[in-house]
């Protein structure tokens, strides 16, 4: 596609309750990154996946949260036994390079999760 | 710790007007990228402008430029001849190793 897509843009979950989060980056982008961005702050990162591989999971609130990218596209961010603290806007981001230090990330347009 | 702070939660400016949004960071890295982005209602985050710390000259795209000061640890955004369609959140952000976003500036354009 034309961009980073994500899926769905909007998402109620009760309490106690597995989600799972799907990120679509750009086509060939080796960079894919997860952020949370809790209501009228910034994003915060959460991980990072060159390819396959999670080369950084040091944003990773609990152990509840865990993302995959086992072919090296599409990523699932999966939040099990979700707990209110947990709402917020989950943003995807994708870039080409192996190095993402300078490049751009290009953002998707976030999934809304709200745990009531 | 990397840390980025954005100390004007909002700001406002006439259509056709100047304004500048405030940034700064804390490194002790000496080669960094930062960047602005912004964020309308939709949530897409859409990158404005980026500065190589290692480049002196500042960064200008079309009616944005960025006022760098390596020394003090200074990323200015100027958004000159202001627009209705500039209104959103803006996001200073730093990288070395992943992206650190600053709080946001919520800019409000009137006509």
């Known amino acids: 596609g034309a961009g980073v897509s994500q899926s769905p843009r909007y998402k109620v979950a009760k309490r106690g309750q597995d989600v799972a989060l799907r990120c679509d980056p750009i086509?060939?982008?080796?960079?894919l990154f997860w952020y949370q961005q809790a209501l009228g702050q910034g994003p915060e990162f959460l991980t990072y996946f060159q390819n396959e591989a999670q080369l950084d999971k040091s944003g990773l609130p609990s152990d509840r949260f865990f993302a995959e990218r086992p072919e090296g596209s599409v990523s699932t961010l999966k939040i099990q036994r979700t707990q209110q603290e947990d709402s917020a806007v989950y943003l995807c981001a994708s870039s080409f390079p192996r190095s993402f230090f300078s490049y751009e990330q290009y953002f998707g347009p976030g999934t809304r999760l709200t745990v009531t | 710790a990397q840390t980025v702070t954005q100390s004007q939660p909002e700001m406002s400016v006439q259509e056709a007007e100047t304004v500048t949004l405030s940034c700064t960071y804390d490194t002790s890295e000496s080669d960094y990228y930062l960047f602005w982005y912004k964020q309308p209602p939709s949530r897409q985050m859409i990158l404005v402008i980026r500065?190589?710390?290692?480049?002196?000259q500042n960064a200008t795209e079309n009616r944005f430029s960025v006022n760098f000061q390596k020394a003090a640890k200074s990323f200015s955004l100027k958004i000159s001849d202001s627009q209705l369609g500039d209104a959103a959140m803006y996001f200073c952000?730093?990288?070395?190793?992943?992206?650190?976003f600053g709080t946001g500036t919520r800019l409000q354009v009137f006509p």
């Open positions: 952000a730093y990288n070395t190793d992943k992206l650190i």
């Open positions: 500065q190589e710390a290692y480049k002196q």
């Open positions: 086509s060939g982008h080796v960079s």
